[in-house]
Nanobody, 124 residues
Framework: QVQLVESGGGLVQPGGSLRLSCVGS????????TKWFRQAPGKEREGVAC????????NYADFAEGRFTISRDSAKNVVYLQMNSLKPEDTAVYSC?????????????????WGQGTQVAVSS
């Protein structure tokens, strides 16, 4: 059974940092493209950052460029999202998703497996 489990969310002050984790079971994340999405209340889901299956690149949404870093530890089967300089507008539920192939440029419908999400709240 394939499962993705996110963790690491929480409440942080503006300017703070969080590291989200997406742990995979039943699949090897190194063979998949893994993308972080987020959805804020009343807004559509949007892509945040993606790491392609090797040897593919990483890519970021404009709002994440320079503040967020996506990485993968294949030995632990985990994809991380390091988020720095957080802003109140980063408040959302963050979910990871995995799909086979080089699909980082794709939409959410291209990804086959999803986690349950972790809440990130940025507030003073």
């Amino acid at each position: 059974q394939v499962q993705l489990v996110e963790s690491g969310g929480g409440l942080v002050q503006p300017g703070g940092s969080l590291r989200l984790s997406c742990v995979g079971s039943g699949l090897a994340l190194a063979s998949y493209s893994t993308k972080w999405f987020r959805q804020a209340p009343g807004k559509e889901r949007e892509g945040v950052a993606c790491i392609s299956r090797p040897p593919g690149p990483t890519n970021y949404a404009d709002f994440a460029e320079g503040r967020f870093t996506i990485s993968r530890d294949s030995a632990k089967n985990v994809v991380y999202l390091q988020m720095n300089s957080l802003k109140p507008e980063d408040t959302a539920v963050y979910s990871c998703a995995a799909g086979f192939g080089y699909i980082c440029a794709g939409s959410s419908s291209d990804f086959d497996y999803w986690g349950q999400g972790t809440q990130v709240a940025v507030s003073s």
